[in-house]
């Protein structure tokens, strides 16, 4: 098996999507019972779902009508898939090949092209299976660091029990662990390489306990490599950023600018010609604070000659129903512009009305 290359035969064969679609039906239906409580979206969610929404069977024979006949009424999806959570789009999935005998993905596939296909194809997968996509498609391609991005972001842009789901996926979809492939990996050299292991393999353990003495200790640490000793990726280093939970990390970085007068990201940012800084300021950012982060992937994509709309693409559609309000935010104020407007100069079409609809209202 190829994995998930886009591919209509390896889209038509993937067991533990349908598995993980199966899943997400049943806990989404658990949620309704419970006053919706699965339709919940995140308070920094961008994305608006119609309430009461139309019923998965109801949607799914909206998508069939949609893809019939001569042409893909491809507003019509935009409007459907556009406008409901993950939980609400994996059982428009079971009931659309429960009523037609094939996969949602695999019609999405035959019906849509370009871009606009890309964008929808990665909006209906389960998040779990599409950050393993992702992963699995980073870790093939050459040239440029940023690539690397695409695996700091699934480490840590999210909860530890995510990327556990993650791990998960990929093993399903792969018959190998992230965490191998990471390590296998020929594009990266250590100690990056090092560092992204470490990350991709940890796991974060909750709570909002905070240990000051432990916080203090650790940002000394990390100044003595980051600043003094000009070594980001330290041993120090990679055992912090890729251990410790997130409010500890937060305290820490905190006592760091407090000792020190500059916090850790500005520290690394002066170091712009050091790829290893660089990294560690993504994890950083995605630790801390991934609308700043997510800001910058943004602008990256569009700034320049050509869009990469694949970086555009992922931005979008994986804080959609995160944090993508934050992401506005924090890109309105450093750019001066906000993201609708960045995206309408920047894209068009179907292609366009798809990031729009996930972008909501500004």
């Given at each position: 098996m190829c994995g998930w290359c886009g591919c209509l035969e390896c889209i038509h064969n993937i067991p533990p999507l349908n598995l993980?679609?199966?899943?997400?039906s049943s806990a989404a239906r658990t949620g309704r019972?419970?006053?919706?409580?699965?339709?919940?979206?995140s308070p920094?969610?961008?994305?608006?779902?119609?309430?009461?929404?139309?019923?998965?069977?109801?949607?799914?024979?909206s998508i069939r009508k949609a893809v019939q006949g001569w042409g893909t009424d491809e507003n019509a999806l935009i409007e459907i898939l556009g406008h409901r959570t993950a939980a609400q789009r994996a059982e428009i999935a079971v009931a659309y090949e429960g009523l037609y005998d094939k996969p949602l993905l695999r019609t999405l596939q035959d019906e849509l092209s370009s871009h606009f296909k890309g964008a929808m194809t990665l909006w209906a997968m389960d998040p779990a299976a599409r950050d393993a996509k992702l992963a699995y498609k980073a870790l093939r391609k050459k040239g440029g660091d940023r690539h690397a991005w695409v695996l700091i972001e699934v480490a840590c842009a999210s909860s530890p029990d995510h990327l556990v789901a993650v791990r998960k996926a990929y093993?399903?979809?792969?018959d190998s662990s992230l965490e191998e492939d990471v390590a296998a990996c020929p594009l990266y050299k250590d100690p990056l390489k090092q560092f992204l292991v470490r990350l991709v393999s940890s796991y974060r353990h909750g709570g909002e306990h905070v240990d000051g003495e432990l916080a203090r200790a650790e940002a000394a640490e990390l100044h003595g490599a980051v600043a003094a000793k000009k070594q980001p990726l330290h041993g120090d280093v990679v055992r912090i950023v890729s251990s410790r939970s997130k409010p500890q990390l937060k305290a820490t970085?905190?006592?760091y600018k407090r000792e020190h007068g500059k916090a850790i990201d500005e520290v690394l940012e002066g170091n712009r010609n050091d790829k290893l800084s660089a990294m560690l300021k993504t994890a950083v950012w995605c630790l801390t604070s991934p609308e700043k982060h997510f800001a910058e992937v943004i602008r990256s994509s569009i700034i320049g000659l050509g869009t990469d709309e694949e970086s555009l693409t992922r931005a979008i559609v994986s804080r959609a129903e995160v944090d993508l309000k934050k992401v506005k935010e924090e890109y309105k104020v450093r750019y001066k512009t906000t993201v609708t407007k960045d995206v309408v100069g920047d894209t068009s079409g179907y292609y366009q009305g798809i990031l729009l609809t996930l972008i909501g209202a500004e």
């Open positions: 993980l679609f199966l899943h997400f019972e419970g006053e919706e409580g699965a339709r919940t979206l920094m969610a961008s994305i608006s779902v119609p309430d009461p929404a139309p019923s998965p069977t109801e949607d799914a024979e093993c399903s979809a792969y970085f905190q006592h």
